[in-house]
Nanobody, 129 residues
Framework: QVQLVESGGGLVQAGGSLRLSCTAS????????MGWFRQAPGKEREFVAA????????YYGDSVKGRFTISRDNDKNTVTLQMNSLKPEDTADYYC??????????????????????WGQGTQVTVSS
């Protein structure tokens, strides 16, 4: 089992940057696929990015591709989401999640929030226009 705590959210102007971090406690962090999801008020939860264990393959949602970067540091049990060129439509609660997914699956698995068993409490990101 793993516990996840996000940090780094806040208020930023459009075009700015934020860096979200997720720190995991528990065993075998390096064996989890880690993902970021977001949920805006009145909308469904949306896939943002994921990084597999082992191969460290990354996946991104279409709306953030080219602007966001996911990375992980297994020595520090952290996964980071660097968000650049932020837009007002990026405003949402951002959640870190962990899944026991093989790194050899098709990307549809990593984009599916039902595949993630562990979730953080979320951190709010607000982008002003």
């Amino acid at each position: 089992q793993v516990q996840l705590v996000e940090s780094g959210g806040g208020l930023v102007q459009a075009g700015g940057s934020l860096r979200l971090s997720c720190t995991a406690s528990g065993r075998s962090f390096s064996s989890y696929t880690m993902g970021w999801f977001r949920q805006a008020p009145g909308k469904e939860r949306e896939f943002v990015a994921a990084i597999t264990w082992g191969r460290l393959t990354t996946y991104y949602g279409d709306s953030v591709k080219g602007r966001f970067t996911i990375s992980r540091d297994n020595d520090k049990n952290t996964v980071t989401l660097q968000m650049n060129s932020l837009k007002p439509e990026d405003t949402a609660d951002y959640y870190c999640a962990a899944a026991t997914l093989s790194p050899f699956l098709s990307d549809t698995y990593y984009r599916d929030d039902s595949r993630y068993a562990y979730w953080g409490q979320g951190t709010q990101v607000t982008v002003s226009s």
